[in-house]
């Protein structure tokens, strides 16, 4: 799948748990950039992401991610 695809459905599934279709985001987004983007929606957004996908990230993933840009890209390596 192409990571513009992932990107998107991401996406969505922020503006699904944070409830709010205003937030776009990109490979460079942050928590700092998403105001109700805390450690508890977090959890929502991968618990979301890991049903969406059929996927579960490895805790050492999910240490690293940096940024959206970092999750979309395991996304795309755990389904291909």
Do not use: P
């Amino acid at each position: 799948m192409a990571i513009e695809q992932i990107m998107k459905d991401v996406n969505n599934i922020f503006n699904e748990v944070l409830e709010d279709n205003s937030i776009k985001v990109d490979q460079n987004t942050t928590t700092d950039d998403i105001e109700r983007w805390d450690s508890l929606n977090h959890i929502h957004i991968i618990t979301e992401i890991e049903k969406h996908y059929k996927i579960r990230f490895e805790l050492n993933e999910l240490l690293n991610f940096k940024n959206v840009g970092d999750l979309c890209y395991v996304i795309q390596k755990k389904i291909s």
